[in-house]
């Protein structure tokens, strides 16, 4: 043999960053052979995945990352099990390295993402032992847009923004406005019309609650729900919002003077809508006991 055992062991932690023992173990099931060692390792890897199937993978990272060469930006959200793992460097990588993949392939769909990305995901799990989730991906393309990205609290939130007749440095503060407000939309015409309507049956019936308006003309009744429902959409519009860097004036009236037009947004905020597990962790170490 022309290398040690430990010399084996070694070089296939160095490739793998599994542990010890799991790398001893690979190297005497394989005749010490590097490569099928290495496979082995990936596979148990799967298996380990398979039985955290039914983990929740809750943290994670959300990131903004550009192509220096073609100038596109992906926004991505891939999420794991504990936030030890989410705040580790080789997490942050595998977020990294799925970013720049994406980028490259340009997949349409998650799933066609995720089949891209499948040896970077097993590769992770052999190494630190969690379940990973390639959540959700938005490309933006670039032409001649302006692309500004923000970064909030080291990837709780990602946002990315597309503008016209702008620069960098007013794209990054749009992004950070939207990662601070959260708007849904860019201005309330976008509101769908079915979410209109909604909102609209929601402040009648609350009017019909009200003495105050118990008496109101059919047409007054009409333009005070109107204010209201302007209103509403407002706070959850970009433009209708006070300007975070700015309050004087809205975003809107912010991009009007500097001849700006806002084209799309994303932003991901690590977790959202994932129901988190609540372990009753007595029941658990229980349950280990027997």
Not at 136 to 143: A, L, Y
Request: one cysteine or more.
């Amino acid at each position: 043999m022309a290398e040690s055992l430990i010399d084996l062991i070694k070089v296939l932690r160095d490739r793998t960053g599994a542990g010890l023992m799991d790398c001893k173990g690979a190297l005497l099931a394989n005749d010490c052979d590097i490569e099928k060692a290495t496979d082995w390792l990936r596979e148990k890897g799967l298996a380990k995945a398979a039985k955290k199937a039914d983990r929740i993978a809750a943290e994670g990272l959300a990131l903004a990352v550009t192509c220096e060469k073609c100038g596109k930006t992906v926004v991505v959200e891939v999420n794991c099990e504990t936030d030890f793992v989410a705040k580790g460097d080789a997490f942050r990588k595998l977020v990294e390295d799925v970013a720049h993949v994406l980028l490259k392939e340009e997949p349409k769909t998650i799933e066609e993402a995720k089949a891209l990305t499948q040896d970077l995901f097993t590769d992770a799990t052999v190494k630190m032992g969690e379940k990973f989730d390639l959540r959700r991906f938005t490309i933006i393309e670039k032409t001649d847009n302006v692309i500004g990205s923000y970064i909030h609290m080291g990837g709780k939130i990602a946002v990315a923004v597309s503008l016209t007749g702008g620069e960098g440095e007013v794209a990054k503060q749009i992004a950070m406005h939207i990662a601070a407000n959260n708007p849904q939309y860019i201005t309330v015409n976008e509101v769908p019309a079915d979410v209109k309507e909604h909102e609209l049956s929601v402040q009648r019936e609350a009017a019909k609650n009200d003495e105050k308006l118990a008496n109101k003309p059919a047409a007054v009744l009409d333009k005070i729900l109107e204010g209201k429902i302007n209103k509403y959409f407002a706070e959850m519009t970009l433009e209708a919002q006070p300007f975070l860097m700015d309050d004087s004036k809205t975003v809107g009236q912010f991009l009007s003077d500097k001849g700006i037009k806002v084209l799309s947004f994303v932003r991901y905020q690590v977790g959202e809508g994932i129901e988190k597990r609540k372990d009753d962790f007595a029941s658990e170490v229980m349950s280990q006991a027997k």
